[in-house]
């Protein structure tokens, strides 16, 4: 069985400011792994997804997130966040393609001027 | 391209009413997925449907649950009958071919169920 721990619940932080969203999992096998963003009154938006080769993977808007074998994390970070980036972000792990998601309990980002 | 939608938004139903949730997945998409987020909890999966058929339904809590895709285009999720700890907001996913490594699962803007 696979679980996820997205380790803080909400995340205050000015505008232009960097924001680390912290990711743990724990898995008896290999995961694929995924961040995702829902916006205020839409769906679920994938940001950024890590299958293999590189740990840095570069997402949209500025968004990157590294794969930590060893620590089993995969954080995500942004150097400098604007107003629109508050949302809540999710991270999720799958142990296959086209398998369903694991998510850890999401992140509230809230971005203040 | 239209995304994925779901009908209806919200939905308010007093304990032991009957409710049925639909979700149109993107056009062409093989695979849908049903999640399901309690308030104050993890968004979890309900169930996959690869075309018409039930590839994966480990995550459905009880038969008080039925989901059907006929066609294999949309699909609906009844609650039948509706507890209150059935509340939290129902989400729907699509993909195109979970075969494929980078497959991706795009979801809709969910339905929110409040059981009174």
């Known amino acids: 069985a696979q679980s996820v721990t997205q380790l803080d619940s909400q995340v205050p932080v000015f505008e232009e400011a960097p924001v680390e969203l912290r990711c743990n999992y724990s898995?008896?096998?290999?995961?694929?792994l995924f961040w995702y963003v829902q916006y205020p009154n839409q769906g679920l938006q994938l940001l950024l997804k890590y299958l293999s080769g590189s740990t840095l993977v570069k997402g949209i808007n500025g968004f990157e997130a590294e794969f930590n074998k060893s620590q089993t994390s995969f954080h995500l970070r942004k150097p400098s966040v604007h107003i629109s980036d508050t949302a809540e972000y999710f991270c999720?792990?799958?142990?296959?393609?086209?398998?369903?998601?694991?998510f850890g309990g999401g992140t509230r980002v809230l971005v203040k001027p | 391209e239209a995304g994925v939608t779901q009908f209806p938004s919200h939905s308010v139903i007093e304990k032991g009413q009957t409710v049925t949730l639909r979700c149109d997945p993107i056009s062409g998409h093989d695979n849908l997925y049903w999640y399901r987020r309690v308030m104050g909890k993890e968004i979890k999966f309900l169930l996959h449907f690869v075309k018409e058929s039930k590839q994966d339904e480990s995550g459905m809590p009880n038969n008080r649950f039925l989901a059907e895709r006929t066609g294999g285009t949309y699909s609906t999720l009844k609650v039948q009958p509706a507890e209150l700890e059935d509340s939290g907001v129902y989400f729907c996913a699509s993909s195109q071919d979970s075969r494929v490594l980078t497959d991706t699962q795009y979801f809709g803007p969910g339905t929110r169920l409040t059981v009174l």
């Open positions: 999720a792990v799958s142990k296959a393609a086209g398998n369903k998601l694991t």
């Open positions: 898995s008896s096998v290999s995961v694929y």
